[in-house]
């Protein structure tokens, strides 16, 4: 049971190139969010998505796309990167409200990307 | 909107204290709240859930306590050790809304040998 797991590690963009951050749970969640870490900041939320085929907008969601085709995996996707997305992503999982104990979002090891 | 506030930004203290990490919100309608440890260029890792119907969790060395009325949360590390050095994070999920999590800045505990 590896849990939520991102890829890449580390990433070095251009300004106005694109690309997407991987993330996958083996948790069977049907809640997924991305958040993103500036230095100092508390974590803010991106977007989320509470099933296979449906997602919405967070906090901070200009510049980003995602989809969730999968319960297992749900992309994010950077179309033209600015400095201002200079981060780190985390990914996380969660069951749906109103499991108790079950509410706990498991995160992933985080994406630190640079824009440059 | 949720504020979550956490003092102090930063502690150090000898092997061996006790110590508390404050955490307080804005708005008293939280489903539950979550404490997190994070150490240096790596992920979060859940140490606590603390339901609002709950008023403390515990586990190990680690106690949470919940006041939702007064928007204050607690966590409390007992015979602190070198190994407890990181960030720790409070967030707050409200009752309405989109699930997420509302974080704090994190408190960076350095505990020294």
């Known amino acids: 049971n590896a849990g939520v797991t991102q890829t890449p590690k580390f990433r070095i963009l251009k300004i106005g190139q694109s690309m997407t951050l991987q993330c996958t749970q083996d948790m069977n969640h049907n809640y997924m969010y991305w958040y993103r870490q500036d230095p100092g900041m508390g974590l803010k939320l991106i977007y989320y998505s509470v099933g296979a085929g449906i997602t919405d907008k967070g906090e901070v969601p200009n510049g980003y796309n995602v989809s969730r085709s999968t319960t297992e995996d749900f992309p994010l996707r950077l179309e033209l990167a600015a400095p201002s997305q200079t981060s780190v992503y985390f990914c996380?999982?969660?069951?749906?409200?109103?499991?108790?104990?079950?509410?706990?979002?498991?995160f992933g090891p985080g994406t630190r990307l640079t824009v440059l | 909107k949720q504020e979550v506030t956490q003092i102090p930004a930063a502690l150090s203290v000898p092997e061996g204290e006790n110590l508390v990490l404050n955490c307080s919100f804005t708005?008293?309608?939280?489903?539950?709240l979550q404490w997190f440890r994070q150490d240096p260029g790596k992920g979060l890792t859940s140490l606590l859930l603390?339901?609002?119907?709950?008023r403390e969790q515990t586990s190990g060395r680690l106690n949470a306590s919940l006041d939702k009325s007064s928007g204050r949360s607690t966590l409390y590390i007992a015979a602190s050790q070198p190994g407890d050095s990181a960030t720790y994070l409070c967030a707050v999920r409200l009752l309405t809304g989109a699930n997420n999590l509302f974080f704090g800045t994190g408190t960076r505990l350095t505990v020294i040998p």
């Open positions: 603390i339901q609002s119907s709950q």
């Open positions: 708005d008293s309608a939280i489903y539950n």
């Open positions: 996380a999982s969660s069951y749906s409200p109103g499991q108790g104990a079950h509410d706990e979002q498991f």
